[in-house]
C-alpha cells in the first residue's frame, strides 16, 4: 500500500541500548523528516533530509543519528539510549512544490 | 530565531465557535499550517496559507496575516469530535525547507 509507515510502532528498551526506528514511504517525496513529541513541547525537529544523501539538523539532534542511502527509507538511530529521549516519534515526508507534511502513524518508545 | 506561540488549553461549547491563535517568528516563511491530533493519534492536515487572508473548508476556517505574523484557526458548529489538539506549523526554507510546529493547542468541547 502507498503511503508512510514507521516500525516498529511501540518499543521498550534499557538506558544504554541502540535502538533504530525506521520510516519507509512510498512516494518518492524528497524531504523527509523525523521529529519527536513530548508534553509540553509539541513537535520538534530532530532532523531532516531534502534527497537520498544529504542530511541536516533539526532543532534537538543531540544522540540521534540518520542515514538516507535511498530516497524511501530514514532510519532514525539512538546510539545509546536514554530515559530523556522516552517519546512519541514521528517520522514525515513532503515533495518540493506539495502542501503539508505526510505523518507516519508514529513509533512510542520507552526507555528504562 | 524561530519562535511561535499558541494558547496551551481552550474550553468551548458544542455547537459554538471557537477562534485558535498563533503567532511566529520564523528566519523565513513558506506557508502556514494548521494540524489536527487526536490523543495517541499522528496529525492530520486542517488548512494552509502562504498567502494574506482567509481559506475556507467546511467548519474550518484560517486566516494569515503575514506582515504581522499572525494567524487562526476559526471552528465553526463545535463538535464534541472536535475535542483535540490543534497544531500551529510554519514552513521555513532557511537552509532546507523545515516545517516548524508550535506546542499545540488543547480545545476542550463541552456539552
Known amino acids: 500500500d502507498a503511503g508512510i509507515t514507521q516500525s516498529p510502532r511501540y518499543k521498550i528498551t534499557e538506558t544504554g541500548r541502540q535502538v533504530t526506528l525506521m520510516c519507509h514511504q512510498t512516494?518518492?517525496?524528497?524531504?523527509m523528516f523525523w521529529y519527536r513529541q513530548d508534553l509540553g513541547h509539541g513537535l520538534r525537529l530532530i532532523y531532516y533530509s531534502a534527497a537520498a544523501d544529504i542530511t541536516d539538523k533539526g532543532e534537538v539532534p543531540d544522540g540521534y543519528v540518520v542515514s538516507r542511502s535511498k530516497t524511501e527509507n530514514f532510519p532514525l538511530t539512538l546510539e545509546s539510549a536514554t530515559r530523556s529521549q522516552t517519546s512519541v516519534y514521528f517520522c514525515?515526508?513532503?515533495?518540493?512544490?506539495?502542501?503539508?507534511?505526510?505523518f507516519g502513524e508514529g513509533s512510542r518508545l520507552t526507555v528504562l | 530565531g524561530q519562535n511561535i506561540d499558541q494558547p496551551t488549553e481552550m474550553t468551548a461549547t458544542e455547537g459554538a465557535i471557537v477562534q485558535i491563535n498563533c503567532t511566529y517568528q520564523t528566519s523565513g516563511f513558506n506557508g502556514l499550517f494548521w494540524y489536527q491530533q487526536h490523543a495517541g493519534e499522528a496529525p492530520t492536515f486542517l488548512s494552509y496559507?502562504?498567502?494574506?487572508g482567509l481559506e475556507e473548508k467546511g467548519r474550518f476556517s484560517s486566516f494569515l496575516s503575514r506582515s504581522k505574523g499572525y494567524s487562526y484557526l476559526l471552528l465553526k458548529e463545535l463538535q464534541m469530535k472536535d475535542s483535540a489538539s490543534y497544531l500551529c506549523a510554519v514552513r521555513d526554507p532557511t537552509g532546507g525547507f523545515k516545517t516548524i510546529f508550535g506546542a499545540g493547542t488543547r480545545l476542550f468541547v463541552k456539552a
Open positions: 512516494w518518492s517525496h524528497s524531504y
Open positions: 496559507n502562504v498567502l494574506d
Open positions: 514525515a515526508s513532503w515533495t518540493v512544490g506539495g502542501g503539508e507534511l505526510f
